[in-house]
């Protein structure tokens, strides 16, 4: 009977210690994944911390053409963070001599500085036979870089 239960006990230890290699691993295992996936989330927050750093820098371009009782103008918008300074527009499209299509106050250019939401426009005066939709090409600076650019068509329709 002695011998018996000495063969359970060791039965019954071994099974406890494997028991215990066996969560043990499992353990390290998930472990592992946990780390890997805590991993992956730096390293993405990172990324995204740094993408909306250097976009909190930009500042984004936009023209829009319209017509207010007949008298055509562009409107110049900042839809970006940061102030866009020195903001110039080069288009043969707006010259009297190739589209046919004057800038009225184009004294104004370059622009000093457009911040965030800001506009300003330019006057129109369109020659009979005009070009109905001229390609500009709008020039800044700011926090990001030197020079940035967009090239935009515009439909005087």
């Known amino acids: 009977m002695d011998d018996l239960s000495n ?3 060791g039965i019954s230890a071994g099974v406890a210690f494997i ?3 066996f969560t043990g691993f499992m353990f390290y295992r998930y472990d592992k994944r946990l780390k890997e996936q805590e991993q ?4 993405f927050q990172l990324k995204e911390y740094a993408r909306k750093e250097i976009e909190s820098k930009k500042a984004s371009l936009r023209a829009e053409v319209f017509c207010i009782n007949g008298e055509w103008k ?3 918008q900042n839809e970006g963070v940061a102030p866009a300074r020195n903001v110039r527009l080069l288009s043969p ?3 009297p001599e190739e589209g046919r299509i004057k800038i009225m106050n184009e004294s104004i250019l370059p622009y000093p500085i457009l911040n965030r939401n800001d506009r300003f426009y330019l006057d129109l005066c369109l020659m009979e036979f005009h070009d109905i939709k001229p ?3 709008l020039f800044w600076d700011d926090d990001y870089d030197v020079d940035r650019n967009i090239i935009q068509a515009l439909c005087l329709c």
């Open 7 to 9: 063969i359970i006990a």
């Open 19 to 21: 028991s215990a290699i």
């Open 40 to 43: 992956k989330i730096n390293d």
């Open 74 to 76: 562009i409107m110049i």
């Open 93 to 95: 499209g707006l010259t």
């Open 135 to 137: 390609v500009i090409q």
